[in-house]
Protein backbone atom coordinates (compact mmCIF):
# COMPACT_ATOMS: atom_id res chain seq x y z
CA UNK A 1 0.00 0.00 0.00
CA UNK A 2 1.28 3.57 -1.32
CA UNK A 3 0.10 6.41 0.40
CA UNK A 4 -0.02 10.01 -0.91
CA UNK A 5 -0.33 13.12 1.29
CA UNK A 6 -1.55 16.47 0.10
CA UNK A 7 -3.16 19.62 1.56
CA UNK A 8 -0.01 21.32 3.17
CA UNK A 9 0.15 25.08 2.54
CA UNK A 10 1.07 28.30 4.82
CA UNK A 11 -1.72 29.60 6.46
CA UNK A 12 -2.07 32.11 9.39
CA UNK A 13 -2.13 31.57 12.90
CA UNK A 14 -5.90 31.00 13.97
CA UNK A 15 -7.05 29.20 10.42
CA UNK A 16 -7.54 25.91 9.36
CA UNK A 17 -6.52 23.10 6.94
CA UNK A 18 -7.15 19.62 5.94
CA UNK A 19 -4.95 17.38 4.60
CA UNK A 20 -5.36 13.94 2.92
CA UNK A 21 -3.76 10.49 2.85
CA UNK A 22 -4.83 8.54 -0.70
CA UNK A 23 -3.73 5.11 0.13
CA UNK A 24 -3.52 2.65 -3.18
CA UNK A 25 -4.49 -1.04 -2.57
CA UNK A 26 -6.54 -2.63 -0.14
CA UNK A 27 -6.32 -1.08 3.65
CA UNK A 28 -6.96 -4.20 6.19
CA UNK A 29 -9.88 -3.75 8.71
CA UNK A 30 -7.02 -4.09 11.31
CA UNK A 31 -5.25 -1.56 9.97
CA UNK A 32 -4.03 1.99 12.05
CA UNK A 33 -3.85 4.72 10.09
CA UNK A 34 -2.20 7.99 11.80
CA UNK A 35 -0.96 11.24 11.48
CA UNK A 36 2.64 12.52 12.52
CA UNK A 37 4.35 15.38 11.94
CA UNK A 38 8.39 16.76 12.42
CA UNK A 39 9.74 20.44 12.70
CA UNK A 40 13.12 21.18 11.73
CA UNK A 41 15.47 19.83 14.68
CA UNK A 42 12.81 18.02 15.95
CA UNK A 43 11.60 14.44 16.58
CA UNK A 44 8.93 12.75 14.86
CA UNK A 45 5.61 13.37 16.69
CA UNK A 46 2.55 11.68 16.78
CA UNK A 47 -0.60 13.81 16.03
CA UNK A 48 -3.49 11.40 15.30
CA UNK A 49 -4.33 8.04 14.99
CA UNK A 50 -7.77 5.84 13.73
CA UNK A 51 -8.71 2.31 13.07
CA UNK A 52 -9.60 1.60 9.84
CA UNK A 53 -12.45 -0.45 10.68
CA UNK A 54 -14.38 1.48 13.12
CA UNK A 55 -14.18 5.09 14.68
CA UNK A 56 -11.91 4.70 16.87
CA UNK A 57 -9.41 7.89 16.99
CA UNK A 58 -6.73 9.31 19.80
CA UNK A 59 -4.83 11.79 19.56
CA UNK A 60 -1.37 13.85 20.86
CA UNK A 61 -1.83 15.51 23.57
CA UNK A 62 -0.78 19.33 21.77
CA UNK A 63 -3.70 18.63 19.13
CA UNK A 64 -6.68 17.60 21.13
CA UNK A 65 -9.28 19.45 20.69
CA UNK A 66 -8.22 21.63 17.85
CA UNK A 67 -7.37 18.52 15.36
CA UNK A 68 -9.79 15.95 13.94
CA UNK A 69 -8.93 12.26 12.31
CA UNK A 70 -11.40 11.00 10.13
CA UNK A 71 -11.88 8.55 7.37
CA UNK A 72 -13.50 7.40 3.80
CA UNK A 73 -13.42 3.62 3.50
CA UNK A 74 -14.83 4.12 0.03
CA UNK A 75 -12.71 6.39 -1.12
CA UNK A 76 -9.33 4.77 0.83
CA UNK A 77 -8.35 8.57 2.25
CA UNK A 78 -7.65 9.21 5.75
CA UNK A 79 -7.80 13.16 6.90
CA UNK A 80 -6.23 15.34 8.96
CA UNK A 81 -8.65 18.77 10.46
CA UNK A 82 -6.72 21.05 12.07
CA UNK A 83 -8.11 24.15 13.12
CA UNK A 84 -7.06 26.94 15.62
CA UNK A 85 -3.65 26.25 13.97
CA UNK A 86 -0.90 27.36 16.01
CA UNK A 87 2.74 28.59 15.02
CA UNK A 88 4.33 25.45 16.57
CA UNK A 89 2.42 23.69 14.23
CA UNK A 90 4.71 23.76 11.26
CA UNK A 91 6.17 20.84 10.25
CA UNK A 92 6.25 18.08 7.79
CA UNK A 93 2.65 15.69 8.06
CA UNK A 94 3.43 12.19 7.13
CA UNK A 95 1.06 9.43 6.73
CA UNK A 96 1.37 6.05 7.97
CA UNK A 97 -0.18 2.63 8.28
CA UNK A 98 0.24 0.07 11.23
CA UNK A 99 -1.20 -2.64 13.02
CA UNK A 100 -0.91 -1.71 16.45
CA UNK A 101 -3.00 1.30 18.26
CA UNK A 102 0.63 3.27 19.01
CA UNK A 103 1.99 6.79 19.40
CA UNK A 104 5.57 5.37 18.32
CA UNK A 105 6.71 5.84 15.13
CA UNK A 106 8.94 3.15 14.68
CA UNK A 107 5.69 0.81 14.54
CA UNK A 108 4.32 2.15 11.53
CA UNK A 109 5.62 0.89 8.33
CA UNK A 110 4.18 2.23 5.81
CA UNK A 111 4.80 6.09 5.23
CA UNK A 112 3.65 8.62 2.30
CA UNK A 113 5.94 11.48 1.48
CA UNK A 114 5.17 13.91 3.81
CA UNK A 115 3.39 17.69 3.20
CA UNK A 116 4.64 20.94 4.70
CA UNK A 117 2.34 22.48 6.72
CA UNK A 118 3.14 26.59 7.67
CA UNK A 119 1.78 28.49 10.21
CA UNK A 120 2.40 32.49 10.68
CA UNK A 121 2.37 34.39 13.57
Known amino acids: VQLQASGGGTVQAGGSLRLSCAAS????????MAWFRQAPGKEREFVAG????????YYGNSVKGRFTISKSNAENTVYLQMNSLKPEDTAVYYC???????????????WGQGTQVTVSS
Open 50 to 57: IRWSRDYT
Open 25 to 32: GRIYSSSI
Open 96 to 110: ARGSTVSTISTEFFS
